[in-house]
């Protein structure tokens, strides 16, 4: 998977993350969903330091800051 599509992929996931208001519509807005899928790249960027994994795991992260 490109690190575009993974981006992609990762704020799609976090779209579905079960926030609910009262008329049952999801209330997960763009911007928090980006700040979530962000959050979690950089913990695995912490982790991938020093590895094969850590430039995918960059990448990732600049095309999530382009969405």
Same mark, same amino acid.
């Given at each position: 998977? +490109?690190?575009?599509?993974?981006?992609?992929?990762?704020? @799609? %996931?976090?779209?579905?993350?079960?926030?609910?208001? !009262?008329?049952?519509?999801? +209330?997960?807005?763009?911007?928090?969903?980006?700040?979530? @899928? %962000?959050?979690?790249?950089?913990?695995?960027?912490? !982790?991938?330091?020093?590895?094969?994994?850590?430039?995918?795991?960059?990448?990732?992260?600049?095309?999530?800051?382009?969405?």
């Amino acid at each position: 998977m +490109t690190p575009k599509e993974k981006a992609e992929s990762l704020l @799609a %996931l976090m779209y579905d993350v079960d926030f609910w208001d !009262d008329e049952d519509q999801p +209330t997960m807005q763009h911007h928090h969903a980006k700040k979530c @899928a %962000l959050i979690a790249v950089d913990e695995l960027i912490l !982790d991938a330091y020093n590895n094969y994994y850590y430039n995918y795991w960059q990448e990732v992260k600049q095309e999530i800051e382009k969405l």
